[in-house]
């Protein structure tokens, strides 16, 4: 069993059953009277200014109480004097998915995760221990000396533990899978204090419902993953004008369709600001991109597979900047140039069906055009491949069924921007609606508002008899951020 950041001081490995529900989860440690909380601090105090600090600006994170959690000591002390004073525990790492959670009341204690101890590679067994709070950036940083890779995100600066709680949809993910999907072991703190760790053979229910499951059980301290052997990859970005976006989209959903796994990219209509280290070229106008991570596969390698979709595109229009080269795993996180700094937005997210040239026409007529001038992107994910197929050793949601999983984000430039960005993505939203699968993929999720729906309702109602068992009096239910029967919260 692998250790969990900061237990150090704790018993640890004890294989020993709390009630008879419970008799298969390994509790590496009961509650521990003996911690001291962190200060709970209140609004005005530094403490709470970092507890609360946030990627999203845009999102009020105003709880009652907020504390920063270094060790798993600390969670069970916060986790404590929350319970004594009656009040509700919600957890966040980055912030990155903010505008997903339930707004914050004031009744709510803020645990901000950032576990110490750092990421343990063992590159025999080829997996991660990650603490929680740990950036991707981090785990790709200790992997990578050892040829190894995490199905990470596009950006370096998101949080692996709330990425993979949210399945995670990775460049490699066409080839892999679902990130949640290789995920081997999780250790929380949960309600009541205890430490306890779920996997394959130990309280699967859990360790399934805690892998898609919408969240709500507890806090996560550390994940164990398996890593992948990845030396190399054809990776970048290349860009047009919005002009050509009909004939692009349609080259690339044509293209998309009969992909190899080994091919992930998006595909964005973008409205860059002009900031620095953004070229000039790039905010004249709207732009395309055309971007990814392709590796090699089938005996060819992946500059062959990409050049299958970007060659007639080069030969058509040239494009404005190209960076698709062949490069290394830690290349991978540029490519998709997520801003590494925090900026107030605003986004929206649908998994769609194939668009067709209807789909494509109405995707259009909002991305790139006046209709959409406040939406800094709109993206397609592209989905299928491994991201389609069951796994099934996955988590409650393991696998996705759209082909596209779109993002649609606007940044808040202004105090008056907001209105223009929400019009942008409520008309996005009408017009893709008949491709609209009715699901969505729980990590584009970026709205406490919009349709969130990983699984039916059976599924929903098995999910939440798992919480209820973990959590029964709902320390944790607003923190529950989607699929949960609106009855269920606190
Ligand atoms: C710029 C950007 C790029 C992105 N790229 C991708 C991408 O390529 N692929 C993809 O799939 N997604 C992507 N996302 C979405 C991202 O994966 C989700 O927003 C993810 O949930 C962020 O996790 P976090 O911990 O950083 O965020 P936070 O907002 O801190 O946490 C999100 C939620 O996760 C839960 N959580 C976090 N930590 C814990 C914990 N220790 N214990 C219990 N619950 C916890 C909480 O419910 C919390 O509300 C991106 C988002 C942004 C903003």
Redesign the pocket.
């Known amino acids: 069993m692998t250790a969990c950041p900061g237990t150090s001081a704790l018993p640890r490995g004890s294989r020993k059953p709390r009630n008879q529900e419970f008799q298969e989860t390994i509790v590496t440690a009961e509650p521990n009277p003996a911690a001291t909380a962190p200060i709970l601090a209140a609004a005005g105090e530094s403490a709470y200014a970092a507890a609360t600090s946030s990627?999203n600006l845009a999102v009020e994170i105003r709880p009652l109480f907020a504390a920063t959690a270094t060790t798993v000591a600390d969670v069970q002390a916060i986790l404590r004097e929350a319970r004594a004073q009656n009040l509700s525990v919600r957890?966040?790492?980055?912030?990155?998915?903010?505008g997903s959670?339930l707004p914050y009341g004031a009744d709510d204690v803020l645990i901000r995760?950032r576990l110490e101890g750092g990421v343990a590679v063992d590159p025999e067994a080829r997996t991660a221990v990650i603490p929680?709070g740990t950036p991707w950036g981090e785990v790709l940083a200790a992997s990578a000396p050892h040829g190894l890779v995490p199905l990470h995100?596009?950006?370096p600066t998101?949080?692996a533990?709330?990425?993979l709680?949210?399945t995670?949809?990775?460049f490699y993910g066409r080839r892999y899978g679902l990130a949640s999907n290789s995920v081997t072991s999780i250790t929380l703190v949960t309600a009541d204090g205890a430490v306890v760790t779920v996997n394959h053979d130990h309280d699967r229910e859990l360790f399934d419902a805690l892998r898609g499951g919408g969240?709500g059980f507890g806090?996560?301290v550390s994940v164990t993953v398996s890593l992948f052997a990845i030396d190399s990859v054809f990776t970048g970005a290349a860009f047009w004008p919005a002009a050509e976006a009909p004939f692009l989209l349609q080259a690339w959903e044509e293209w998309a369709e009969t992909a190899p796994p080994e091919a992930s990219t998006a595909f964005r209509v973008m409205n860059l600001p002009p900031l620095p280290g953004i070229p000039p070229a790039l905010t004249a106008g709207p732009v395309v991109c055309i971007d990814g991570a392709v590796l090699d596969g089938e005996g060819r390698s992946g500059a062959e597979i990409a050049a299958d979709l970007l060659e007639p595109l080069r030969r058509r229009v040239a494009p404005i900047l190209d960076t698709w080269h062949p490069g290394v795993p830690t290349d991978v996180p540029a490519t998709h140039m997520?801003?590494p700094d925090p900026a107030p937005f605003v986004g929206d997210h649908q998994m769609l069906k194939p668009l067709g040239a209807a789909g494509r026409q109405a995707l259009l007529s909002i991305a790139g055009t006046a209709a959409g001038a406040h939406l800094t992107i709109v993206e397609l994910r592209q989905l299928g491949g491994a991201l389609a197929v069951a796994d099934p050793r996955g988590g409650i949601v393991n696998s996705l069924s759209g082909a596209y999983g779109s993002l649609s984000i606007g940044i808040l430039a202004g105090p008056d921007a907001l209105e223009g960005v929400e019009a942008g993505l409520a008309a996005l939203r009408a017009v893709l609606e008949p491709w609209d699968t009715g699901l969505t993929a729980p990590?584009?999720v970026d709205r406490f508002d919009g349709p969130q729906r990983s699984f039916d309702a059976s599924v929903a109602e098995q999910v939440e008899a798992v919480r209820r068992r973990v959590d029964p009096q709902g320390v944790f239910g607003r923190?529950a951020?989607y699929a949960v029967p609106a009855g269920s919260r606190r």
């Open positions: 990627y957890v966040h790492a980055t912030g990155h998915a903010a959670a995760v929680a995100g596009s950006s998101v949080g533990v709330g990425y709680l949210r995670g949809l990775s969240g806090v996560v997520d801003p990590s584009f923190d951020s």
